[in-house]
């Protein structure tokens, strides 16, 4: 069994680790639709998505393995950081790691971490760091095609049938309470400003909703009130479903180290 890999979590990486990792699992949670899809069209276009994601997530665990290991001997690869860390270590948002659900769910739950993506993209462009400045120019462009894709079926499933407005709603209640977390400032983010890496969450946060009412009222969809309950992914502290997903990830890599494509 491959051992685990211990990271320090500079602010730096730990500010990109967050991204990637979310990318990465979003990633795979939406490759959980291949082959079953409503239809046959949708399961290319979620398959493309998900593909979308794990490049984005290439990308930024690349750097991050960069940034970690900076004054340090030892640099890690993608590969390391994606297959080789315990949950604990794992900056994922909560939202991301949450069961695929039904088509309504993963629907919704793409247009709301799309729209969040894109908003951080557009400022992450500009960062001072040249190579996550680079990712984001390339990234911002998929992520207004995730957005825009989602949303038609948010509208379209949210505006449609009984049995489907039930069911985006029901999706919306679940989802509603991981929102908070996309917004949740802290001292990476207090760093990454002071240094230009990248903007702090919390500015996303009057962007985001403007979009995200816009989609939900074309869709007809009364907007829950704000919960009380925090999530806390980004901080290492996973889901009971978290543990499930690497377990899937990592398999191959754990059970034949070293192995490579």
Request: negative net charge.
């Amino acid at each position: 069994m491959q051992a685990s890999i211990q990271i320090h979590d500079s602010p730096a990486s730990q500010y990109v680790l967050r991204l990637g990792d979310t990318c990465l699992i979003l990633g795979q949670r939406i490759a959980e639709w291949c082959g079953h899809a409503p239809v046959l069209e949708e399961d290319i276009a979620l398959a493309n998505m998900a593909l979308d994601l794990i490049g984005q997530a290439r990308g930024l665990l690349t750097h991050a393995g960069t940034l970690e290991g900076s004054g340090q001997d030892r640099v890690y690869d993608e590969d390391q950081l994606a297959f080789l860390r315990d949950e604990r270590d794992y900056r994922n948002v909560t939202i991301a790691e949450l069961p695929r659900g039904d088509f309504a769910f993963t629907s919704l739950r793409n247009a709301m971490v799309a729209t969040w993506l894109k908003l951080l993209w557009e400022r992450l462009a500009h960062s001072t760091d040249s190579e996550l400045a680079g990712i984001a120019g390339k990234a911002v462009k998929e992520a207004r095609y995730h957005q825009q894709h989602a949303a038609d079926w948010v509208v379209r499933l949210g505006d449609g049938t009984d049995e489907s407005r039930r069911r985006m709603q029901a999706a919306l209640a679940q989802l509603w309470r991981y929102v908070p977390e996309l917004f949740d400032a802290d001292a990476v983010d207090a760093a990454a400003v002071a240094s230009g890496l990248g903007p702090s969450w919390a500015g996303l946060r009057e962007p985001w909703f403007a979009e995200m009412a816009a989609i939900l009222a074309d869709a007809r969809l009364d907007v829950p009130g704000e919960s009380p309950f925090r999530s806390t992914g980004k901080r290492g502290v996973h889901t009971e479903h978290m543990g499930y997903i690497l377990t899937e990830l990592q398999h191959l890599q754990r059970a034949y180290p070293g192995g490579v494509w």
